[in-house]
């Protein structure tokens, strides 16, 4: 199909839009666990937009926000864990 779905209906995602929604999972390599859950959950969600029905200049607007929420998220938890530790 040329409309970029596959057989089942589907939207395929470029290799170059997973590399692009994907940036957020760089937090694994500076927040161990933390990091890799919530770049995994930030990659989600920048998948779940592409995937949406939203203009694609929405899309390439929320995809920094999003990856940027997911560092703030991260260094809350890291240092709330911190803090447990003294």
């Known amino acids: 199909m040329s409309d970029g779905q596959n057989q089942e209906g589907k939207v395929k995602v470029p290799l170059y839009i997973h ?35 939203a203009s694609r200049t929405l899309v390439w607007m929320l995809n920094p926000v999003v990856g940027a929420a ?15 530790m003294r």
């Open 70 to 84: 997911a560092i703030v998220l991260w260094l809350i938890i890291g240092s709330a864990i911190q803090s447990a």
């Open 19 to 53: 590399a692009l929604c994907g940036w957020p999972l760089l937090l694994v390599a500076v927040g161990g666990a933390v990091g890799g859950g919530l770049g995994g959950l930030a990659y989600g969600v920048n998948i779940s937009l592409y995937k949406s029905s």
